[in-house]
């Protein structure tokens, strides 16, 4: 089970990601954050309403994002505002942080500057560590 804080966590130690309440960007570009859903998105959803956080992920393809839906449904889920978008909706409740560590990292990587992307993955071959 994840939760906020170890989203700010996990977001914060990305270079120059900024928090304003609970969005978190690069350099202007948001990269995760809370999604509170919507009457539409309740009425879509309809008995599978989940309980608990949600987070907004970017997953910088919609290949991507229909990896993450197909490999853990239990976590990821869409409503149809997200169709044809490259992000997924996450239930903080039922990931772990590791799992969200690899989550928001490569939200970040898609959203961030290449540059900084590159130099960060030079510096990080293994990728983020968990808080």
Request: charged fraction near 25%.
């Amino acid at each position: 089970m994840a939760t906020f804080e170890d989203v700010a966590a996990i977001a914060s130690a990305l270079p120059e990601t900024t928090q304003d309440g609970l969005v978190w960007s690069v350099r202007g570009k948001v990269v995760v954050k809370e999604r509170r859903l919507r009457p539409a998105d309740l009425k879509a959803l309809g008995d599978a309403v989940p309980e608990g956080p949600i987070l907004m992920v970017h997953t910088g393809t919609l290949d991507a994002k229909d990896e993450l839906l197909a490999r853990r449904p239990d976590a990821y889920f869409v409503t149809p505002h997200f169709n044809g978008y490259p992000a997924v909706l996450v239930r903080l409740d039922d990931i772990d942080v590791d799992e969200l560590t690899d989550a928001v990292a490569e939200a970040w990587l898609a959203t961030a500057p290449k540059t900084l992307a590159t130099q960060w993955l030079d510096e990080h071959p293994d990728g983020p560590e968990s808080p």
